[in-house]
């Protein structure tokens, strides 16, 4: 059996959506499951499209997913160049092979011609297809400043699609493309084609989007006398309401974006590869080695995969705790530089650490932290509506919160050992003594310290907080009243 080879051909035309990077991911695990090679492939031949700084930004996107390639840019390799811009003479040589063979024609017809035969078509109820309209005499030389066309020879086309299964076609899907623009460009329909084959690629996964082009490709390999790769057509990414594919106006985010609020890559990797695949279990947490193992290109899904970023989230903070609980504090403070609040800045990574670790197993993003753990640095606002409207305190009087107070102060005031276990046995006295329930005076003693809408449990807040700042907080809030 021939080494599995596959590849990730972006084009460098801006920010890299959620659904270029699943296209990544799948063609990544099935090289690595294989022993085989994955490679990145910059499809920069749309001069007008082009933007400067996206390559950068695609090969960063798959380094921080931890989509390291075998061969591509910054790497090398066999099969190079690896810039489509830099691969013009191996276009052109396939090109006048077809020339020559007669399978491909020099095209001078202006646009607006084309457009016209297009409009005639339109107003007749029938397909366009170019094929109907070539020039009576074909041109088999090339000409600078003239693009090239396939010529078509149309016939049924039977292949099989490793996800959408068995496939067929019939001659009214082909046409004559073009195949070189007529800035001497290739068209992705054609250059793909070539590249593939002379970097060894053994499988072409891409979007389900192309399957309809499929049949004008296979024609191509035909003329060309190229053997066909497996064919892998991915489902759609579709927007929450399912009804289209995802797109920029249906809330998703680029990578970046999603990076920049505080998603781990783990997390983005895991639900990317899990939106479209399925093992066939109840799992939904995936480290790299496991997707590795477990992918395969029969369990990927025909239809098209909802977008949902509560599940991303959600998943997010499932792989927050599982680093946290299985790799310690310091593995999660590692990636928390830049989402910690301004007033974290005076404080000892010691004391930071020490927030984390009472608060991590509360957070969604990293990006959480800013709002999540302010009061532990700063004394927060003393907002006495926040006292008057919360749930479990707005059926108490000033007066009996005031005495609530000073009880709680006092208690805790003569706690000598502040630590977690100290605390929640002078907090369950309190409780006793008070004859309140733990939702009242828990929450008074947690707004009156925080004035915050969540915290952690209360003995740990506390414990953190240290004695002198939480009674000085108490203390505060009870003389406003």
């Known amino acids: 059996m021939n080494k599995v080879v596959t590849r990730f051909a972006p084009s460098p035309t801006g920010y890299i959506h959620i659904g270029n990077v699943r296209s990544a991911i799948y063609p990544y695990l099935l090289a690595r499951q294989n022993d085989g090679d994955f490679i990145l492939r910059i499809e920069d031949t749309d001069r ?164 309809s082009s499929t049949p004008n490709y296979l024609a191509l390999y035909d003329a060309l006398g190229i053997k066909r790769p497996v064919l892998v057509s991915l489902p759609h990414i579709l927007a929450p309401t399912g009804n289209k594919k995802l797109g920029k106006r249906d809330g998703a985010k680029s990578v970046t974006e999603y990076r920049n609020d505080g998603v781990l890559h783990e997390a983005m990797l895991n639900y990317l590869a899990c939106l479209g695949w399925n093992d066939g279990t109840e799992q939904e947490i995936y480290t790299m080695e496991e997707l590795i193992k477990k992918f395969s290109l029969e369990k990927i899904q025909k239809s098209g995969a909802r977008y949902d970023e509560t599940k991303l989230l959600w998943m997010n903070g499932q792989w927050i705790r599982r680093i946290f609980d299985n790799n310690g504090a310091e593995a999660l403070y590692n990636r928390t530089a830049g989402f910690w609040p301004e007033s974290a800045d005076n404080y000892s990574e010691e004391y930071r650490l020490r927030v984390l670790s009472v608060i991590y197993d509360r957070l969604k993003t990293l990006s959480d932290l800013g709002s999540m753990t302010d009061y532990f640095f700063k004394d927060p606002e003393i907002d006495t509506d926040m006292l008057k409207s919360n749930k479990f305190l707005k059926k108490m009087s000033e007066a009996e919160i005031e005495d609530l107070l000073k009880i709680t102060i006092s208690t805790l005031s003569s706690v000598e050992n502040w630590e977690p276990d100290s605390l929640q046995e002078a907090l369950n006295w309190l409780l006793t003594e008070t004859d309140k329930k733990p939702a009242e005076l828990f929450s008074l003693i947690r707004i009156a310290v925080s004035f915050a809408p969540f915290s952690p449990a209360l003995n740990l807040t506390l414990d953190v907080l240290g004695k002198s700042v939480t009674l000085a907080r108490l203390n505060a809030v009870a003389r406003s009243l």
């Open 48 to 211: 007008e499209r082009y933007v400067d700084g996206a390559t950068e930004l695609i090969e960063d996107t798959l380094q921080w997913l931890g989509l390291e390639w075998d061969e591509g840019p910054e790497v090398g390799g066999d099969h190079g160049p690896y810039f489509q811009s830099e691969r013009l003479g191996h276009y052109h040589e396939y090109i006048k092979k077809l020339l020559a063979a007669g399978r491909a024609y020099s095209d001078p017809t202006p646009p607006e011609v084309i457009e016209k035969y297009r409009k005639e078509c339109s107003e007749k109820k029938i397909p366009f297809l170019y094929r109907n309209f070539r020039p009576e005499k074909l041109d088999f030389e090339l000409h600078e400043g003239v693009p090239v066309r396939f010529l078509s020879e149309p016939k049924e086309y039977d292949w099989v699609d490793a996800v959408m299964g068995p496939m067929h076609a019939g001659p009214e899907t082909q046409d004559d493309i073009i195949l070189i623009k007529k800035d001497g460009f290739p068209t992705y329909n054609f250059a793909h084609i070539i590249d593939d084959t002379e970097m060894g690629v053994t499988h072409v996964m891409r979007g389900v989007e192309y399957l």
